[in-house]
């Protein structure tokens, strides 16, 4: 008898620390996070320092991460309001990128897969990039065709947007970094 309530904490302690553990498996990639704005970055992901939950999260994606001293990886699934971005909407895309050999950007639905679309454009990178007088960055998501730099979405419910700095001269240890005044803006604009 005085064995039950020892079994029942032991099973709500296991329960509870593989749910959590399950969770931060699945919806973050570690805790080694930096933000600005509406992108997250992981730095330490692809390096010896990753914490033990970006470790499992790249094993268990599949994903091959960016080494710190090849590129960063930004994510973002909301725009500057802090709302979903909406597949439905035109969001734009603005500022000015930090310095990188090479970016790339991606728009992918929730579970982070490319969205099929008849134009076969999935992302944008800095090669094909068209830029304004003031050396700022125009990208335009919308499930229509846009003159400039558009991305299609498919018109799907919510997407992510993923920014990939190849080369670049910088670095953010956790929190570090003045990444908010060197990352673009995204902003839903026209929204059925």
């Known amino acids: 008898m005085r064995l039950l309530p020892l079994a029942l904490t032991l099973l709500v302690a296991i329960v509870l620390g593989l749910g959590t553990t399950l969770f931060m498996v699945t919806h973050s990639r570690g805790l080694d996070v930096v933000e600005a704005g509406p992108w997250r970055g992981w730095p330490r992901?692809?390096?010896?320092?990753?914490?033990?939950?970006?470790?499992?999260?790249?094993?268990?994606?599949?994903?091959?991460?960016?080494?710190?001293?090849?590129?960063?990886?930004?994510?973002?699934?909301?725009?500057?309001?802090?709302?979903?971005?909406?597949g439905r909407c035109e969001t734009r895309i603005i500022g000015v990128l930090p310095q990188a050999r090479l970016w790339t950007l991606t728009v992918m639905d929730e579970d982070g897969r490319f969205i099929p679309n008849d134009a076969e454009r999935y992302g944008l990178t800095s090669a094909e990039a068209l830029y304004k007088a003031d050396g700022k960055l125009d990208v335009r998501l919308a499930p229509r065709a846009r003159p400039g730099n558009w991305?299609?979405?498919?018109?799907?419910?919510?997407?992510?947007?993923?920014?990939?700095?190849?080369?670049?001269?910088?670095?953010?240890?956790?929190?570090?970094?003045?990444?908010?005044?060197?990352?673009?803006?995204?902003?839903?604009?026209?929204?059925?």
């Not at 914490?51 to 790249?58: G, K, T």
């Not at 498919?154 to 970094?177: C, E, N, T």
Request: a negative charge; one cysteine or more; charged letters at 20%.
């Open 151 to 192: 991305l299609p979405t498919g018109a799907r419910g919510r997407l992510k947007v993923a920014l990939r700095l190849y080369d670049a001269p910088f670095s953010f240890a956790s929190g570090a970094g003045d990444a908010a005044t060197v990352l673009p803006h995204i902003v839903q604009e026209a929204c059925p």
């Open 45 to 86: 992901s692809g390096t010896v320092k990753a914490d033990p939950y970006a470790r499992a999260a790249v094993a268990r994606s599949g994903e091959l991460p960016l080494e710190l001293a090849d590129g960063l990886l930004f994510l973002a699934a909301t725009d500057d309001t802090g709302q979903p971005i909406d």
